[in-house]
């Protein structure tokens, strides 16, 4: 089985400083190209797609200054893009995203546990440490 998990950096808005922001066609166009690339193709992989996971809004590296350049809401959308991309080629998607929002509490049809129009979410916050 290869995983293929992008997406958590790519999601950062565009700015001027030089985040590393991948416009969401280009996402989704690069998850297309890395599973259907001739070099693996002849090998005939297993691939499963791992979705970003969400962002915690109230977490001090999502910001820069004053302005916050990582957030629930564009995150989500990468999510819902490489869910749809496994969706179109028929690979299975680990829904990383939405496991960790609902562990934090998410029903579906609120705000996101993570944006700043929500409380802070301890279960979050431990679900998103990346050894910082």
């Known amino acids: 089985m290869?995983?293929?998990w992008l997406g958590a950096n790519d999601s950062v808005r565009p700015d001027p400083n030089g985040h590393q922001c991948v416009?969401?066609?280009d996402y989704k166009a690069n998850l297309k190209k890395i599973v259907q690339h001739s070099v693996l193709k002849e090998h005939?992989?297993?691939?499963i797609l791992i979705t970003p996971p969400p962002?915690?809004?109230?977490?001090r590296h999502v910001w820069e200054g004053d302005n916050l350049?990582?957030?629930a809401e564009r995150t989500k959308s990468y999510?819902?893009?490489c869910k749809a991309v496994g969706t179109e080629l028929n690979i299975p998607v680990l829904d990383?995203?939405?496991?960790?929002e609902k562990a934090a509490g998410w029903k579906g049809g609120e705000k996101y546990p993570g944006s700043l129009l929500m409380p802070a979410s301890d279960k979050?916050?431990?679900l998103l440490v990346d050894g910082s």
């Open 124 to 126: 979050l916050k431990s």
């Open 23 to 25: 416009p969401l066609p």
């Open 2 to 4: 290869q995983t293929v």
């Open 96 to 100: 990383v995203w939405t496991l960790f």
């Open 69 to 71: 350049w990582r957030t």
């Open 79 to 81: 999510a819902d893009a």
């Open 44 to 47: 005939s992989p297993c691939f």
């Open 55 to 59: 962002v915690d809004e109230h977490q």
